[in-house]
C-alpha cells in the first residue's frame, strides 16, 4: 500500500510538473500572439521598419554617436561612479533588500500571480522586450514606480531589474545586482535596449 501511494504521489506530481509546463508554456505563446508593439503588426513602432527609432539611423539614439547617452563618458549615468543609480550602494532601489520592489516577496508585482499585470490579461501596461529580429524575449513592469523595473522572461521568471537614471533611461542589472546594460528613450514611448559595450541588442514597446 505505500509503495502504491508513493507510485500515486510521484504520478500526482509528474501531472502538476506537466500542468505548470503547460500553463508556462500557455503564457508565453498568449504574451507572444498579444505583443503586438513593435512587432510587423504594427511597423510604425518598430525600429527596424522606422529608422527615427532605430538607432542605427537615428544617431541621436546611438550611444556610439551621442555621448550624453552613453554611460563610458557621461558618469551621470554610470553606477560605478554615481552611487545614487548603484542598487548595491542605494539599497531602497535594490529588489534584493528592499521588499515593496520585490516580486517574489510582494505579490502585487508578479505577472504569475497578479492577473493585474499578466500579460494573459488585455490590461497589461508593462513593455515587451524583444530581439533584433522582433522576438519575444521578456516583459518589464514598474515595480511599484518608475524608478525601478522588474524584468521577467517571456514564462514571467524574474530575471533582474533597471534603475532609473533621470531622462536618459535606465541601467539593467542582473539578479546578483551585476550591471548588464541600459535602456534608452527611443523617443517613441519605447526604449532601445544596449549591452554594455554600447551594442544594440533589443528593444522593448
Same mark, same amino acid.
Given at each position: 500500500?505505500?509503495?502504491?501511494?508513493?507510485?500515486?504521489?510521484?504520478?500526482?506530481?509528474?501531472?502538476?510538473?506537466?500542468?505548470?509546463?503547460?500553463?508556462?508554456?500557455?503564457?508565453?505563446?498568449?504574451?507572444?500572439?498579444?505583443?503586438?508593439?513593435?512587432?510587423?503588426?504594427?511597423?510604425?513602432?518598430? !525600429?527596424?521598419?522606422? @529608422? &527615427? +527609432?532605430?538607432?542605427?539611423? #537615428? *544617431? %541621436?539614439? /546611438? =550611444?556610439?554617436?551621442? $555621448?550624453?547617452?552613453? !554611460?563610458?563618458?557621461? @558618469? &551621470? +549615468?554610470?553606477?560605478?561612479? #554615481? *552611487? %545614487?543609480? /548603484? =542598487?548595491?550602494?542605494? $539599497?531602497?532601489?535594490? !529588489?534584493?533588500?528592499? @521588499?515593496? +520592489?520585490?516580486?517574489?516577496? #510582494?505579490?502585487?508585482? /508578479? =505577472?504569475?500571480?497578479?492577473?493585474?499585470?499578466? !500579460?494573459?490579461?488585455?490590461?497589461?501596461?508593462?513593455?515587451?522586450?524583444?530581439?533584433?529580429?522582433?522576438?519575444?524575449?521578456?516583459?518589464?513592469?514598474?515595480?511599484?514606480?518608475?524608478?525601478?523595473?522588474?524584468?521577467?522572461?517571456?514564462?514571467?521568471?524574474?530575471?533582474?531589474?533597471?534603475?532609473?537614471?533621470?531622462?536618459?533611461?535606465?541601467?539593467?542589472?542582473?539578479?546578483?545586482?551585476?550591471?548588464?546594460?541600459?535602456?534608452?528613450?527611443?523617443?517613441?514611448?519605447?526604449?532601445?535596449?544596449?549591452?554594455?559595450?554600447?551594442?544594440?541588442?533589443?528593444?522593448?514597446?
Amino acid at each position: 500500500m505505500i509503495i502504491h501511494g508513493r507510485r500515486r504521489m510521484a504520478g500526482g506530481l509528474a501531472v502538476a510538473v506537466l500542468a505548470g509546463s503547460l500553463h508556462l508554456t500557455a503564457f508565453t505563446a498568449a504574451a507572444q500572439h498579444m505583443s503586438y508593439r513593435g512587432t510587423l503588426h504594427d511597423r510604425a513602432m518598430d !525600429p527596424k521598419y522606422n @529608422r &527615427d +527609432l532605430n538607432p542605427k539611423y #537615428n *544617431r %541621436s539614439l /546611438n =550611444p556610439d554617436y551621442n $555621448r550624453q547617452i552613453n !554611460p563610458g563618458y557621461n @558618469r &551621470d +549615468l554610470d553606477p560605478r561612479y #554615481n *552611487r %545614487s543609480l /548603484n =542598487p548595491e550602494f542605494t $539599497r531602497s532601489l535594490n !529588489p534584493r533588500y528592499e @521588499r515593496l +520592489l520585490n516580486p517574489v516577496r #510582494n505579490t502585487p508585482l /508578479n =505577472p504569475i500571480r497578479n492577473k493585474g499585470i499578466n !500579460p494573459l490579461r488585455s490590461a497589461w501596461t508593462g513593455y515587451y522586450v524583444f530581439d533584433l529580429e522582433a522576438r519575444l524575449t521578456g516583459l518589464a513592469a514598474e515595480a511599484g514606480g518608475r524608478e525601478v523595473l522588474n524584468l521577467f522572461d517571456p514564462a514571467g521568471m524574474w530575471t533582474g531589474f533597471a534603475v532609473q537614471a533621470g531622462e536618459q533611461g535606465y541601467n539593467l542589472f542582473d539578479m546578483d545586482a551585476a550591471w548588464s546594460g541600459y535602456l534608452r528613450p527611443d523617443g517613441g514611448g519605447g526604449y532601445n535596449l544596449f549591452g554594455l559595450e554600447g551594442t544594440w541588442r533589443g528593444y522593448l514597446r
